[in-house]
């Protein structure tokens, strides 16, 4: 399937309601989003404003999912992506990450690298961040709370541009507590 990617606009945001009512999203704050909070966001510029782009993913005639852009000012933005459950596990969370990682990279040269965090038990996410060069930086023990009440631990994955433009995967210095103690 080719995707493409479409910059989200204002007047998307019906759109943007019913795409967040109309699925539910496991690994987000709320599963389930409600109308009003939706309408609210649109309304606030969470999805679009100087800080922060948002763009649909297009595939077969329409939106698969959204990928939401955030923190463009600093050289450190990360991400929110959102596919529609009938579409994961296809590959489009994988192209989407692949595609947010060079645009960032490509359009914005201040950027050095990308941050994204998710659930402790979200393995595709977590397989995914991998495949696309990501390295896994930070385990927020009891970092997640649902809704629910349950807390997961949060896992911090990030891409650093040199590795990137280099196709290199550069592993974080895990064992250098010996170096800062007196």
Request: hydrophobic content about 35%; aromatic content about 10%; proline content about 4%.
């Amino acid at each position: 399937m080719d995707l493409t990617y479409r910059r989200y606009a204002d007047a998307d945001a019906d759109d943007l309601v019913a795409f967040l009512t109309g699925d539910t999203w496991p690994f987000h704050g709320p599963a389930v989003v409600d109308p009003e909070q939706a309408r609210r966001w649109a309304a606030e510029g969470r999805f679009d404003n100087a800080e922060t782009r948002s763009f649909w993913i297009d595939g077969g005639g329409e939106a698969l999912g959204l990928v939401r852009l955030m923190d463009l000012g600093d050289s450190t933005p990360v991400f929110d992506l959102r596919i529609r459950s009938r579409y994961r596990g296809q590959g489009v969370g994988g192209h989407a990450l692949a595609w947010l990682t060079g645009h960032l990279f490509t359009d914005l040269p201040r950027i050095r690298r990308i941050e994204g965090t998710t659930r402790q038990d979200n393995a595709a996410m977590r397989r995914t961040f991998r495949r696309c060069g990501y390295v896994k930086e930070a385990h927020h023990r009891e970092g997640w709370p649902s809704a629910d009440g349950t807390v997961h631990d949060a896992v911090g994955y990030a891409i650093l541009r040199r590795d990137w433009a280099a196709g290199t995967v550069t592993a974080p210095a895990w064992d250098d507590e010996h170096t800062t103690e007196g």
